[in-house]
């Protein structure tokens, strides 16, 4: 049983807060039940794993937890990029800096079209504890890739597109390309690139993947 | 132009950022110059706006905001709440205790459907600091509304649910019912719930809402 904040653990814990120490150590951490059983379920093992009680004095483990909440349980596993390209559907992001989106994304990918993320430049890292947290499982289950551009047919959206996206041609193999609200996509992705109908504003980059997903799964079962 | 802490301007931009003054005073901040357009456009008066430089030492007014990011412009807001029902679509929350998500999903019926928000037993009060973000200025075009139930004519989502969404009526008008991720939608509620076809466990709640939108408003427009 843990009983000293100074324990190597703990600190190396502390330390995973921070995206130097992520990059440095290739390690992240999963807070709570659900992501530790979601990394068993992908048969993704753990460097050690926490529990509060258990192997640690219940205080000690959530002092070291980088979500506030105290958590009951921390596992610290080793980061796997994938490589890009090999199912039928990517999301590709650019500049998508929300630790929160790109963990929402990583989600909706999964669950709506088993589709693999591939982060580009200026978006945040996948592996902080907001992000992880957000991804939910996904991020064991189809962990993202990196890209300096988007690969193979690229469906870019875009708030100011020309093409609606009930136009848009969505049968896989693709990529479907979006960047961050503000930015936008970089002008040579921008061209050409599908807006989806809203009354309002624009949608957060979250929703827009969301929908763009969703009707790219719908459009594949319709054909199949 | 305001130099000192005590200020009642700036007491009460402090205060907002608790619930039980929000519901005291009945009133609400929004940070932010996107945010303060927003309810320019949708002629929604401010008690007073305070500008960073202008009206306000710009420390003090970053001091005084809740979302720690320096904000440059505060506006001080009364609650408007709606009454349920008038729109073709609504979306009805049960027991969403986030207040990005429920900001988020107002965001999104706004724009995906102009869909009012029916806040049910249980959710974030919509005139947080971080529901009002997440809502970007969809809060000032069509403020939520409260209910104990879901008007109309019900379409339930429910991951357990039995219906499809392909094989669902989703004909306006209707009230779409999502509950919270992990305890979900009341017994009631939930019998014959169509559910999303996902290859994971679940989505998150603004996600199924973004989804059950977005194809709410795509056979709207096929239909029309």
Known sequence: MITSPDNDRLKTIRKLARKSWRSKLGLFIAEGEDLVDAADA?????????????????????GASSLGSGSRVIGVYAQRWAEPGGEPVSVYLHGVEDPGNVGTIIRSAHALAGARVVLGPGCADPWSPKAVRASMGSIFALPPARGDTPAGRVVAFDAAGGVSLADADLSPPLTLALGAERAGLPPGLADAAVRIPVAADSLNVAMAATVALHETANRMAADG
Chains 1, 2 share one sequence.
């Open 42 to 62: 992908a048969d993704w093992a753990a460097e050690f794993v926490l529990r509060a009680g258990e192997d640690v004095e219940p205080e000690l483990l959530a």
